[in-house]
């Protein structure tokens, strides 16, 4: 097994306060003021990447159950549809693999969910195409190239697995 320094597990309730922390130090501009792991654990899947000292280093949040209509829709796809809403990375451990892994954590949860495809939204903030270019390596595609705001991306969920 390759070493990669890092482990990809489903959140728990007491890993609330270090993913607050990674995103207001990784992530400012996302609001986590209410941020409540007791909704969430239920609701959607989250993923959290920790060192092997037990350091937050990545997170993922997203809907396994959600639907898709916008354009670019997929009628070999249908509903339900994965949704990934947050992907924060410790700014000290990107390019290492941790969004991937964690990409590939929150696929499985979806297929498991019933899920063919997902699209995620990318954030607008800074490092914005960067983020893009991190999101087409692993596969997915703008659903309207046409359009110039950075809207949905998707792919199929398959060569994520």
């Known amino acids: ?6 482990r990809v597990r ?4 007491y890993d609330y306060e270090a993913i607050v922390d990674l995103v207001q130090e990784n992530a400012p501009h996302f609001d986590v003021t209410n941020y409540q792991m007791d909704r969430i654990v239920e609701e959607y899947a989250i993923f ?6 037990g350091r937050l280093i990545g997170w993922i949040e997203g809907e396994t ?3 898709y209509a916008g354009p670019g829709t997929d009628p070999a796809h249908p509903e339900p549809h994965g949704n990934g809403l947050y992907l924060v990375v410790n700014a000290s451990a990107r390019r290492k693999g941790v969004g991937r892994a964690l990409i590939r954590a929150f696929a499985q949860a979806c297929s498991d969910a019933g899920c063919t495809w997902m699209f ?10 960067g983020r893009l270019a991190f999101f087409k390596t692993l596969g997915f595609v703008d659903l309207a190239p046409d359009d110039d705001d950075y809207g949905a991306w998707g792919m199929p969920l398959a060569p994520l697995l």
């Open 10 to 13: 489903e959140a728990r309730y």
């Open 120 to 129: 995620i939204l990318p954030d607008e903030n800074n490092g914005v195409e």
């Open 1 to 6: 097994m390759i070493d990669t320094g890092f």
């Open 65 to 67: 159950d959600s639907n």
């Open 48 to 53: 959290v990447a920790e060192d092997f000292d």
